[in-house]
């Protein structure tokens, strides 16, 4: 069993940054952020393969967010630059065991098995 606490929401004005950070209890050797905003599904934002590095974004986040690992904390990152209004959402960490390949395509069908509670992001303009 995994467990995951995220931290590090908040609200900001559009064009400021938050970096939110995932600590893991488990092994995990897959990690994203997905976010959902009321009335819309949920979607996958960023991905980081901790087994080797590799990763993921969303073209809406492209060039904006970034994710790292801290393997010493078993914690993730997502730093969130040039904030904008639609990124306002719930952001939830989740994590997953499996080779980078079952990853990604857990990720973009959202059936990680290991979630956080959530963190606000809110972003005014």
């Known amino acids: 069993q995994v467990q995951l606490q995220e931290s590090g929401g908040g609200s900001v004005q559009s064009g400021g940054s938050l970096k939110l950070s995932c600590a893991a209890s488990g092994d995990t050797r897959c990690m994203a952020w997905f976010r959902q905003a009321p009335g819309k599904e949920r979607e996958g934002v960023a991905l980081i393969y901790t087994g080797g590095g590799s990763t993921y974004y969303d073209d809406s986040v492209k060039g904006r967010f970034t994710i790292s690992q801290d393997n010493a904390k078993n914690t993730v990152y997502l730093q969130m630059n040039s904030l904008k209004p639609e990124d306002t959402a719930m952001y939830y960490c989740?994590?997953?065991?499996?080779?980078?390949?079952?990853?990604?395509?857990?990720?973009?069908?959202?059936?990680?098995?290991?979630w956080g509670q959530g963190t606000q992001v809110t972003v005014s303009s």
């Open positions: 989740a994590a997953d065991r499996g080779e980078s390949g079952w990853c990604y395509d857990r990720f973009f069908s959202l059936e990680y098995n290991y």
